[in-house]
């Protein structure tokens, strides 16, 4: 099956500074890669996606980048704000990532 | 609009009790719909999905079982709790026909077996 890697597990940015999440996949045939948002006792929800036929995509503050031949993936927030503080979740299709926990200190 | 909604919120249980989990989700038919399990302080672990009525599929061998009886109904079931059962528990529902696409939620069950 689909094995999904995800570092760092903890990240600590400073208000303002960007953060970067990364995620790597074993199975070459995965072609949806979500990404999800769950602040503390709450339901996981979908901050953007990508499919593997483009390179990168960007919402607002928020990218995410493929590399398919590398088999990676990441999560760019630029412009961090103390309520982006919540874990994240990188998935390929239905298999998660452990997860970061992602704190923004005013 | 499409809702989902997943009971109880929490819930406390001994070891060697029986569990019974219900999903269920309105304003769309024949979903694909999914149970997770979540850890203290990890990811998701996927264990069943379902495409139908009466069609499950287990992603890992476990104490747990699934049952969809109706079109927007799953459950999940144990016959006997363990220790290692506890944790939070996440129905979720994807757009029918179609796969690789976003998942919603369910707002979860924590359960907690002692």
């Known amino acids: 099956g689909e094995n999904v890697e995800q570092h760092p597990s903890t990240l600590s940015v400073q208000e303002g500074d960007s953060a970067v999440i990364k995620c790597t996949y074993s199975?070459?045939?995965?072609?949806?890669f979500p990404w999800y948002k769950q602040e503390l006792g709450k339901r996981p929800q979908l901050i953007i996606d990508?499919?593997?036929?483009?390179g990168e995509k960007k919402d607002q503050r928020i990218a995410v980048t493929l590399n398919k031949t590398a088999k990676h993936f990441s999560l760019h927030i630029t412009e961090t704000q103390p309520e982006d503080s919540a874990v994240y979740f990188c998935?390929?299709?239905?298999?998660f990532g452990a997860g970061t926990r992602l704190a923004v200190h005013p | 609009s499409q809702t989902i909604h997943q009971w109880p919120a929490t819930l406390v249980q001994p070891v060697g009790s029986p569990l019974s989990l219900e999903c269920t989700v309105e304003?769309?038919?024949?979903?694909?719909l999914y149970w997770y399990r979540q850890a203290a302080g990890r990811g998701l672990q996927l264990l069943f999905y379902?495409?139908?009525?009466?069609?499950i599929s287990s992603e890992v061998p476990q104490n747990l079982s699934a049952s969809r009886p109706q079109d927007r109904q799953f459950i999940l079931s144990s016959k006997k709790l363990l220790l290692s059962d506890s944790g939070f528990y996440l129905c979720?529902?994807?757009?029918?026909?179609?796969?690789?696409?976003?998942?919603?939620f369910g707002s979860g069950t924590q359960l907690s077996v002692l």
């Open positions: 199975d070459s045939a995965s072609n949806y």
């Open positions: 304003g769309t038919s024949n979903p694909n």
């Open positions: 379902s495409v139908g009525i009466g069609q």
């Open positions: 998935a390929a299709s239905l298999f």
């Open positions: 990508i499919r593997s036929n483009v």
């Open positions: 979720a529902w994807e757009v029918t026909g179609r796969t690789n696409e976003k998942l919603f």
